[in-house]
T-cell receptor, first 112, second 113 residues
Framework: GAGVSQSPSNKVTEKGKDVELRCDPI?????LYWYRQSLGQGLEFLIY????????KSGLPSDRFSAERTGGSVSTLTIQRTQQEDSAVYLC??????????FGPGTRLTVL | QKEVEQNSGPLSVPEGAIASLNCTYS??????FFWYRQYSGKSPELIMS????GDKEDGRFTAQLNKASQYVSLLIRDSQPSDSATYLC?????????????FGSGTRLQVQP
């Protein structure tokens, strides 16, 4: 079946612009996670959605970052007034009731 | 102190040898641990999960967990050049119900033909 999909695969933007990154989880997966990975680094947790519960936003690095998940499926991560330090690969993962998280291919964000 | 720590490597082993990858974690409440493999430019893929003390084997891979020492390891037997990748250790940190993972920075493994 289809895995986690993300779009766009690459995004180049200018400092100060807003960007939206999209994640389509595996059908039926109730949990959705956003992480980011800077060059040569491990993954940094950003935000976690589980069903209809309030999201865990504890990993968001600043109030410029926000995310929503509509209808319990697709999620959008929005970064406002992008900064150069926001450049990274943004990874989305989803899981069912098990612990296994399946990752999408990521969106490579470059802020000039 | 990072919550999940790994030696960044690179760890270089000859083809056919055993590769041993290690990871320590700081949260004694962590119950679930994972090893992901990440090829350059690709997203992580799950190799092993482990929840109980002891060993868990799956093919050429063995995960080992020692909660008293807060230590997780991954052994790869009969290493192949295709195993060359970065291996990420991850733990559920922050108590039950918080399913997001905390990752180490990864160990780069190089298997020499």
């Amino acid at each position: 079946g289809a895995g986690v999909s993300q779009s766009p695969s690459n995004k180049v933007t200018e400092k100060g612009k807003d960007v939206e990154l999209r994640c389509d989880p595996i059908s039926g997966h109730t949990a959705l996670y956003w992480y980011r990975q800077s060059l040569g680094q491990g993954l940094e947790f950003l935000i976690y959605f589980q069903g209809n519960s309030a999201p865990d936003k504890s990993g968001l690095p600043s109030d410029r970052f926000s995310a929503e998940r509509t209808g319990g499926s697709v999620s959008t991560l929005t970064i406002q007034r992008t900064q150069q330090e926001d450049s990274a690969v943004y990874l989305c993962a989803s899981s069912s009731n098990t612990d296994t998280q399946y990752f999408g291919p990521g969106t490579r964000l470059t802020v000039l | 102190q990072k919550e999940v720590e790994q030696n960044s490597g690179p760890l270089s082993v000859p083809e056919g040898a055993i590769a041993s990858l290690n990871c320590t974690y700081s949260d004694r409440g962590s119950q679930s641990f994972f090893w992901y493999r990440q090829y350059s430019g690709k997203s992580p893929e799950l190799i092993m999960s482990i929840y109980s003390n002891g060993d868990k084997e799956d093919g050429r891979f063995t995960a080992q967990l020692n909660k008293a020492s807060q230590y997780v390891s991954l052994l790869i037997r009969d290493s192949q050049p295709s195993d060359s990748a970065t291996y990420l250790c991850a733990a559920e940190v922050g108590g039950t119900g918080r399913r997001a993972l905390t990752f180490g920075s990864g160990t780069r493994l190089q298997v020499q033909p």
